[in-house]
């Protein structure tokens, strides 16, 4: 695919086939990640991703215990904004109503929504999970080369037929993470990416965010 089909045909798989990526496709996707540009080319991403369905099925448990079992609280490296306002928060609810209509959740069930939202650490079922960290030092700015990164792994998993979804929600737990995989605590998560082959037959993968009009986004300078 050119860039125009993979910018206009990619989307956020929320259902995954339970068969595994070859370990030399992943590691195809993330070389083609490793091109992304950075401040002073410092690269400063670094990403820990589970090769294996039983690795991530290993994880999965744990995170789910963690959250679930032991009632974790949430302490993501960056705090998540507190409200959101127009136009953003309009933009919000639409793609929720959408992803719950899909699947057909009622807005006043209250528990189905739960068990949705904690699909987010299951990883939607997907056999391999990514989770991106970023040194401290490199504040805000690292983070703008980090979320590059992140979108570069996102089409180049397009790019060879799979799936990924970035996911802030991974990022509310990073301790533990750092904790299972003894990641020094100088390196801050950014998010986590859960990819692979989706399951295009569920309801939930049918349904497609709007993207807002370009007048909203982008001022011309004509004069």
Same mark, same amino acid.
């Not at 086939?17 to 070389?31: C, D, G, L, Y």
């Not at 507190?82 to 136009?87: G, L």
């Not at 899909?102 to 959740?105: C, T």
């Given at each position: 695919m050119n860039f125009e089909e993979l910018m206009s045909q990619r989307y956020s798989a929320r259902s995954f086939?339970?068969? $595994?990526?070859?370990? +030399?496709?992943?590691?195809?996707?993330?070389?083609l990640a490793q091109h992304t540009p950075s401040w002073c080319n410092t690269q400063p991403w670094h990403a820990w991703v589970t090769m294996t369905p039983q690795i991530t099925e290993n994880l999965r448990v744990s995170l789910m215990d963690h959250i679930v079992g032991q009632g974790a609280m949430l302490k993501p490296d960056e705090s998540f904004p $507190?409200?959101?306002? +127009?136009?953003y928060r309009q933009r919000r609810k639409e793609c929720g109503v959408a992803l719950y209509q899909?699947?057909?959740?009622r807005k006043e069930d209250k528990p189905a929504s739960m068990r949705q939202m904690l699909e987010n650490f299951n990883f939607f079922g997907a056999p391999h999970v990514a989770f991106i960290f970023c040194h401290k030092m490199f504040g805000f700015y690292g983070g703008v080369d980090c979320g590059l990164y992140i979108h570069a792994l996102l089409l180049a998993a397009e790019n060879f037929g799979l799936r990924a979804t970035a996911q802030g929600a991974l990022a509310s737990y990073p301790q533990f993470i750092r904790d299972y995989w003894g990641i020094d605590d100088s390196l801050r998560m950014i998010c986590g990416i859960s990819f692979g082959y989706a399951d295009e037959e569920h309801s939930i993968n049918?349904?497609?965010?709007?993207?807002a009009p370009l007048e909203e986004s982008v001022t011309w300078i004509e004069d």
């Open positions: 086939q339970s068969r $595994p990526v070859a370990a +030399e496709t992943i590691k195809k996707m993330f070389a $507190p409200r959101y306002i +127009e136009p899909s699947i057909g959740i049918t349904f497609r965010t709007s993207r």
